[in-house]
């Protein structure tokens, strides 16, 4: 690549050409038959000098990416939650059941007012790991907090205890 030769001034032009056309150094460099290193000399001592400095622009891309990746992430966590949602309504809703047996392979179905406990233990299975990578995903945002949660649950109970008039 590289070369002991005089850099000429058409290469140097060219060097702003070709960064002007938005190639990188390393491009320019092997389209003029150059090192990395003289390219970087060219371009320092143009007037005006050119930079091959891409740091703002990465940040920039690296900032969109950011982005783009959150909001993936609350939009899968959204999509968790509607499944954690929809499967736990059918916990106590009633199921058909399919069955396929017997020595002529009949099927079958019937309907049970609710899942067995080995189903509802299933459906809950599912619920309990749908909420918890949703919430991996988008960890609630700290309002109240548990303090608030707990005067909320202390408030009710004692409502409880006097409309009951336990004490």
Do not use: C
């Not at 070369?3 to 060097?15: I, L, N, Y």
């Not at 090192?35 to 000098?49: F, V, W, Y």
């Not at 966590?77 to 020595?103: C, F, I, M, S």
């Amino acid at each position: 690549m590289g070369s002991s030769d005089p850099v000429t001034d058409a290469e140097r032009e060219r060097v702003r050409e070709l960064h002007a056309a938005g190639k990188g150094r390393n491009e320019i460099a092997k389209v003029l038959g150059r090192g990395g290193r003289t390219i970087s000399a060219i371009a320092a001592k143009l007037d005006p000098p050119i930079s091959f400095d891409r740091a703002a622009e990465v940040r920039v891309a690296t900032e969109v990416r950011t982005a783009d990746l959150a909001e993936r992430r609350a939009a899968t966590a959204q999509r968790l939650q509607d499944v954690a949602e929809r499967e736990l309504e059918k916990v106590n809703a009633p199921h058909t059941y399919y069955d396929w047996g017997g020595k002529d392979h009949d099927f079958d179905t019937y309907d049970a007012p609710e899942p067995t406990p080995a189903d509802k233990r299933a459906l809950m299975g599912v619920v309990a790991t749908a909420l918890d990578r949703s919430l991996k995903l988008a960890p609630p945002k700290e309002e109240g907090g548990a303090d608030e949660v707990g005067s909320l649950l202390v408030g009710l109970f004692d409502r409880l205890r006097a409309k009951h008039g336990d004490h």
